[in-house]
């Protein structure tokens, strides 16, 4: 039996409420990206409370009902995995936050705009995407920058958050396509500096496009991708096999287009940041509409609600490095609740068997080469049947039951001429 408790809880006011939150890997800080402007938080979970440090982009304007509009503004955010430290690349490029205020970070070029950041395991490195290099092709790489000597170089293509296994050596990633999402996986270049991003030959093959960032378990043993932009979906894949656990969505299917408005409020209803691993092995825990929580066993595929909350829909959830759980409502609450499983009350990852999990995967794969298209060189998984490059390039038929980017790729194959030319 799972017990959650209220430890904290405050109320920010003015309007405001919480659309993502994002925790420091080792310290007891949260920042909270605003829903109404592209505005930062900073949240020190204290001792028996919860204490405001500081807000970036306080005067901001609003955001307004535009959707689009809204995706282009929100700022990107990476946390130092160490120190009390927090890069954010908004709308005038990226600034520093610690507690003796806002700096121009080493390393970045000024004014540059990242839409997502990750520092390296180290801290010395800072993954960024698209490349500040600009041009048409500015998503078909990444930066990567040495901050202690300013040096920029090239990287591989991704574009969500990048999140680190728990064990170390291991990280994931999305590199997205309308058509389909590869969820990539690399190891670190600890050799050489600044450490890059080494990708692999194993991926995730998503349909569409539109995914939040992955999110290891604490434990290393699940993965989980939110997303993505047609269909509120939920999918868990077991690590290191990526054999899928979990395919939900959380809204009814696309109706197809024109969307009906009450369709749209639904899609609206369900925050895109509502999902987080707690401390219990096999343990996800989702935010709803109605501002419960559902705290899911994915190894006794069972379900259950927790009401502490009920009342307001949350808008983001998190775990701190400690294993509260953090949530945010609409109603613009901050609340910190400790979650105990009874008789024991706490769990203790098993490091050995983490690392365990990193080590099985490494050896089932190899690094992909640098050059060429990432396609030709990646053995794909939906997480129930895996496809090589050339069973890509040979399948011809797929039925409606097919994924529906096997679909397009039947269509565009069938479409083809002996040339490799598409002919319409």
Same mark, same amino acid.
């Given at each position: 039996?799972?017990?959650?408790?209220?430890?904290?809880?405050?109320?920010? =006011?003015?309007?405001?409420?919480?659309?993502?939150?994002?925790?420091?890997?080792?310290?007891?800080?949260?920042?909270?990206?605003? $829903?109404?402007?592209?505005?930062? /938080?900073?949240?020190?979970? =204290?001792?028996?409370?919860?204490?405001?440090?500081?807000?970036?982009?306080?005067?901001?304007?609003?955001?307004?009902?535009?959707?689009?509009?809204?995706?282009?503004?929100?700022?990107?955010?990476?946390? /130092?995995?160490?120190?009390?430290?927090?890069?954010?690349?908004?709308?005038?490029?990226?600034?520093?936050?610690?507690?003796?205020?806002?700096?121009?970070?080493?390393?970045?070029?000024? +004014?540059?705009?990242?839409?997502?950041?990750?520092?390296?395991?180290? +801290?010395?490195?800072?993954? #960024?995407?698209?490349?500040?290099? %600009? %041009?048409?092709?500015?998503?078909?790489?990444?930066?990567?920058?040495?901050?202690?000597?300013?040096?920029?170089? !090239?990287?591989?293509?991704?574009? !969500?958050?990048?999140?680190?296994?728990?064990?170390?050596g291991l990280v994931a990633t999305l590199c997205s396509d309308q058509g389909a999402?590869?969820? *990539?996986?690399?190891?670190?270049?600890?050799?050489?500096? &600044?450490? =890059?991003?080494?990708?692999? $030959?194993?991926?995730?093959?998503?349909?569409?496009?539109?995914?939040?960032?992955?999110?290891?378990?604490?434990?290393?043993?699940?993965?989980?991708?939110?997303?993505?932009?047609?269909?509120?979906?939920?999918?868990?894949?077991?690590?290191?096999?990526?054999?899928?656990?979990?395919?939900?969505?959380?809204?009814?299917?696309?109706?197809g287009y024109p969307y009906p408005p009450e369709w749209c409020e639904q899609m609206?209803?369900?925050?895109? /940041?509502?999902?987080?691993?707690? +401390?219990?092995? =096999?343990? *996800?825990?989702?935010?709803?509409?109605?501002?419960?929580?559902?705290?899911?066993?994915?190894?006794?595929?069972?379900?259950?609600?927790?009401?502490?909350?009920?009342? !307001?829909?949350?808008? #983001?959830?998190?775990?701190?490095?400690? +294993?509260?759980?953090?949530?945010?409502?609409?109603?613009?609450? *901050?609340?910190? *609740?400790?979650?105990?499983?009874?008789?024991?009350?706490?769990?203790?990852?098993?490091?050995?068997?983490?690392?365990?999990?990193?080590?099985?995967?490494?050896?089932?794969?190899?690094?992909?080469?640098?050059?060429?298209?990432?396609?030709?060189h990646v053995v794909t998984t939906d997480g129930t049947r895996a496809w090589t &490059?050339?069973?890509?390039?040979?399948?011809?038929? #797929?039925?409606?039951?097919?994924?529906?980017?096997?679909?397009?790729?039947?269509?565009?194959?069938?479409?083809?001429?002996?040339?490799?030319?598409? /002919?319409?």
């Amino acid at each position: 039996m799972t017990v959650v408790e209220v430890v904290a809880r405050t109320s920010v =006011g003015s309007g405001t409420s919480f659309e993502r939150l994002v925790p420091h890997p080792r310290l007891p800080l949260v920042a909270a990206l605003s $829903s109404q402007r592209p505005a930062v /938080h900073v949240w020190d979970r =204290g001792a028996a409370a919860l204490r405001e440090l500081g807000i970036v982009g306080a005067e901001s304007s609003d955001y307004g009902d535009d959707d689009w509009r809204q995706s282009d503004r929100t700022p990107a955010v990476a946390w /130092h995995p160490n120190r009390p430290l927090l890069l954010i690349s908004g709308e005038d490029g990226v600034v520093q936050w610690s507690e003796a205020g806002l700096a121009e970070p080493d390393g970045v070029p000024p +004014g540059t705009r990242y839409r997502s950041m990750a520092f390296s395991p180290d +801290g010395e490195t800072v993954w #960024a995407s698209p490349s500040s290099g %600009g %041009g048409d092709d500015a998503w078909e790489r990444s930066d990567v920058l040495d901050l202690a000597t300013g040096t920029v170089t !090239s990287g591989p293509p991704w574009d !969500s958050g990048v999140a680190s296994h728990p064990a170390g050596g291991l990280v994931a990633t999305l590199c997205s396509d309308q058509g389909a999402t590869l969820g *990539l996986f690399a190891s670190i270049a600890t050799e050489t500096t &600044p450490a =890059g991003m080494r990708v692999l $030959s194993r991926a995730l093959i998503l349909d569409a496009d539109g995914y939040e960032a992955p999110v290891f378990s604490a434990d290393g043993r699940h993965l989980a991708i939110r997303g993505n932009a047609y269909e509120s979906s939920l999918a868990v894949f077991a690590f290191p096999t990526l054999d899928r656990v979990l395919a939900t969505t959380l809204v009814d299917p696309t109706p197809g287009y024109p969307y009906p408005p009450e369709w749209c409020e639904q899609m609206r209803s369900w925050s895109r /940041h509502n999902i987080a691993f707690g +401390g219990q092995p =096999g343990a *996800l825990w989702v935010g709803t509409p109605a501002g419960t929580l559902l705290e899911i066993d994915l190894d006794d595929e069972t379900a259950s609600e927790h009401d502490v909350l009920a009342g !307001s829909p949350v808008t #983001a959830l998190c775990v701190t490095a400690n +294993g509260e759980l953090v949530v945010a409502n609409r109603a613009g609450e *901050l609340v910190v *609740l400790s979650v105990l499983t009874e008789p024991t009350g706490t769990h203790t990852i098993d490091t050995e068997a983490s690392r365990a999990t990193v080590t099985a995967f490494l050896a089932a794969t190899s690094v992909a080469p640098d050059e060429g298209d990432l396609w030709d060189h990646v053995v794909t998984t939906d997480g129930t049947r895996a496809w090589t &490059p050339d069973d890509l390039t040979a399948v011809t038929t #797929a039925t409606t039951a097919d994924p529906g980017w096997l679909q397009l790729r039947a269509a565009i194959n069938n479409a083809r001429g002996t040339d490799g030319q598409l /002919h319409t």
